[in-house]
C-alpha cells in the first residue's frame, strides 16, 4: 500500500447488521487490503479476520457510549492515520448513513481535506426484518416505510414530534429500548392504534438475535419480561402479524442452540459454518494455534532428497498444507515426489493432497498405528523409506510400528501447535450461565488444551456437566480421560459427518432436512 500523505483515504464501510456475512463484497474486498481498520463494538468480531496480518485494528466505543467526545476521538484517529498516508477503513454496524454518525464522520474528513469513500451496508431494519420474519412493505398491509429512532440528536430543541409513526404503514425505531415506554406512548398518542402488532428485535441477523412480539399497548411490559437490552430495533405494523408464518429464522434446525467450537482459528471457519447455517450460535474458543515449526531444517534436508521416499504419509490436512507451502518456498518441483506413493489418513486429509492435483495411493480411515501397517502391508516392508511431514509434537505409535516393521523412517515437524487462552473470559461466563449445549473436539489435542485453559475447579466441573462432540474414537477417549461426557460421535471420522451428526442428535425433529448437509 503506498505511504505517501496524498494518498492516505477513508473507507466508510456498513458492517452490515450483525451477521458477518451480510457485509458487501466491496466491504470485505477493502478490509483485506487495509492498513488501519477503526471498528465500531457493534461491528462483527469475525469481519476482522478479513484484515491483513499485519493491519493495525482499533476498536472504538461501547454500546452505551456514543458521546460527543467519543466521536471526536474517532475522528481524530481517522483523520491522523490518513494523513500518513495510510488506506483506513472505519467498519461501522449497518450502515454508516443510517443511525450510524456517517454523515458526521464524512463532514470531519472533507473539513480535514482527507479522501473518503462511502460503502453501504446492511442496516438493522433490513436485518431485523428479513430474519425476523417481518416483510417491511406488503401491498395488503403497508405501502410505506419510516425509519426513526428514539434517541435525541445533539443541537435539536428535544422535541417529540411523533406524528410520522401512526401514518407510515410500518415503522422501524433504531436504539429504542431506553425509551421504549415513551416511544409507544408517543405513537398511541398521534394516532397508532394499541392493537397494532409490534415486535422487539435484538440482535439482529446473528445467532442469538431474540424476538418478543406483542400488541403496541403491550410490548412494554413484553420487552421487560423478557429483559430486553440494547442493541434492538422496534418494529410496528399490521406486517407484524404475517412473522407467525414467515419466521424462516428461528426455525431451523439448530436455531436456539449454542456451540462451542475448540479447533484452530485457522481451521474453524468451515466448521463453523455448517453450524451456523442451520441455526447454531458457535462460540469459538480455539484450543490451539498453528505456528512455523521451531527450525525447518529436517524438512528441508528431506525435502532435498525427496525421490529417495517410497512413501510419504500424512495423518493431517494441516500437515498437507504446511507441507507443501515448504515445498513451494523452497521451489522443489512436485513432479520428484512421482516415485513415491501417497498415504493419507482420513478423508479430509485425502482431500487436501487431491486438490492439489496428486493421488492418493493408500487412505486409512482411522489412525490407528497397528491397522495403517497392516493396510500399507508390503509398501511398509523392511528397508523401505518413509517420511511422515506433521506436528512438531505427536504421538509416537505410528513411526514406532512402522520401524517394527523394518521401514526407515523420517518424520520432520511442518508446523507446531501452542496453547491459546482465547475465549476463555466469555466460555467461562456462558458456563456460568446455563448456555452451553454442546462442545466440540477434532483430535485429542484439543481436548487436552482446551480442558487446560480452564483453572477454576467450578469451571471444569461446570465443563464435565455440559456434553462433548468429538471426531472418532481417539479424541473420545482422550476426552472420557478428561472427564467429558462424550455423546456424538459420527460414522465417518470427518468435519461435515461431525456437523451431520450434531444435526441429528440436537436438531429439531420437526424441520426438513437442510440442503446440502447429509444426516444419513
Not at 450483525?18 to 477503526?38: E, K, W, Y
Not at 398518542?189 to 440482535?203: E, I, K
Not at 512438531?392 to 523394518?406: Q, T
Request: proline residues 5%; glycine residues 8%; hydrophobic residues 45%.
Amino acid at each position: 500500500m503506498p505511504r505517501d500523505r496524498d494518498a492516505g483515504v477513508v473507507y466508510l464501510v456498513g458492517a452490515g447488521p450483525g451477521d458477518p456475512g451480510l457485509i458487501t463484497v466491496r466491504g470485505r474486498d477493502l478490509l483485506a487490503r487495509a492498513d488501519v481498520v477503526i471498528a465500531d463494538a457493534l461491528a462483527a468480531e469475525e469481519l476482522l479476520c478479513y484484515a491483513p496480518d499485519d493491519a493495525k485494528i482499533i476498536r472504538f466505543g461501547r454500546l452505551e457510549r456514543r458521546s460527543r467526545v467519543h466521536q471526536q476521538r474517532v475522528n481524530r484517529k481517522m483523520i491522523e492515520m490518513a494523513r500518513r498516508g495510510l488506506a483506513v477503513v472505519r467498519l461501522k454496524g449497518g450502515d454508516p448513513f443510517i443511525f450510524g454518525r456517517g454523515g458526521e464522520e464524512a463532514e470531519a474528513l472533507a473539513r480535514a481535506g482527507v479522501r473518503f469513500e462511502v460503502v453501504p451496508g446492511v442496516t438493522a431494519a433490513l436485518g431485523a426484518a428479513a430474519c425476523a420474519g417481518i416483510p417491511l412493505t406488503d401491498r395488503r398491509h403497508a405501502s410505506s416505510v419510516l425509519l426513526a429512532t428514539a434517541q435525541v440528536g445533539e443541537g435539536r430543541s428535544g422535541s417529540r414530534d411523533r406524528g410520522g409513526m401512526a401514518g407510515a404503514g410500518t415503522v422501524v425505531v433504531y436504539m429504542g429500548v431506553k425509551r421504549l415506554e415513551l416511544t409507544v406512548r408517543d405513537m398511541i398518542a398521534a394516532g397508532r392504534h394499541p392493537d397494532t402488532p409490534s415486535a422487539l428485535v435484538r440482535w439482529a441477523t446473528r445467532a442469538d438475535q431474540q424476538v418478543v412480539e406483542a400488541p403496541l399497548r403491550r410490548i412494554v411490559e413484553r420487552a421487560r419480561r423478557a429483559r430486553i437490552d440494547p442493541p434492538a430495533v422496534l418494529v410496528v405494523g399490521e406486517a407484524v402479524g404475517l412473522r407467525s408464518r414467515l419466521d424462516w429464522f428461528g426455525r431451523r434446525p439448530l436455531a436456539g442452540r449454542t456451540i462451542v467450537v475448540t479447533r484452530a482459528r485457522e481451521q474453524s471457519a468451515s466448521f463453523s459454518a455448517l453450524l451456523r447455517e442451520q441455526g447454531a450460535r458457535v462460540l469459538e474458543a480455539p484450543a490451539i494455534a498453528l505456528a512455523t515449526p521451531a527450525s525447518w531444517s529436517a524438512c528441508d534436508r528431506a525435502v532435498r532428497r525427496l525421490r529417495d521416499y517410497d512413501l510419504v504419509i500424512f495423518t493431517s490436512a494441516n500437515g498437507v498444507e504446511r507441507f507443501f507451502a515448504r515445498l513451494r518456498a523452497r521451489r522443489i518441483d512436485l513432479r520428484q515426489l512421482g516415485s513415491s506413493d501417497l498415504v493419507a489418513i482420513g478423508p479430509a486429509t485425502a482431500a487436501a493432497i487431491e486438490e492439489r492435483g496428486l493421488r492418493v495411493a493408500v487412505m486409512p480411515e482411522e489412525f490407528r498405528a497397528e491397522g495403517i501397517v497392516e493396510r500399507l502391508g508390503r509398501r511398509a516392508r523392511s528397508g523401505s523409506r518413509i517420511l511422515i511431514p506433521r506436528a512438531a509434537v505427536a504421538r509416537d505409535l505410528l513411526p514406532r510400528a512402522l520401524r517394527a516393521a523394518g521401514a526407515r523412517v523420517d518424520v520432520v515437524p511442518v508446523y507446531r501447535t501452542r496453547a491459546t487462552r482465547s475465549g476463555v473470559r466469555r466460555l467461562s461466563e456462558s458456563l456460568r450461565r446455563g448456555e452451553i449445549d454442546l462442545l466440540t473436539f477434532t483430535s485429542s489435542s484439543t481436548v487436552t488444551q482446551f480442558v487446560g485453559k480452564f483453572r477454576s475447579p467450578t469451571d471444569r466441573r461446570r465443563l464435565r456437566a455440559v456434553p462433548a462432540a468429538v471426531i472418532g474414537p481417539i479424541t473420545a477417549t482422550t476426552a472420557r480421560r478428561h472427564g467429558l461426557r462424550t455423546t456424538i460421535m459420527p460414522r465417518d471420522y470427518t468435519i461435515p459427518a461431525l456437523a451431520a451428526a450434531i444435526l441429528r442428535r440436537l436438531g429439531r425433529r420437526s424441520s426438513p432436512r437442510p440442503a446440502g448437509l447429509r444426516t444419513t
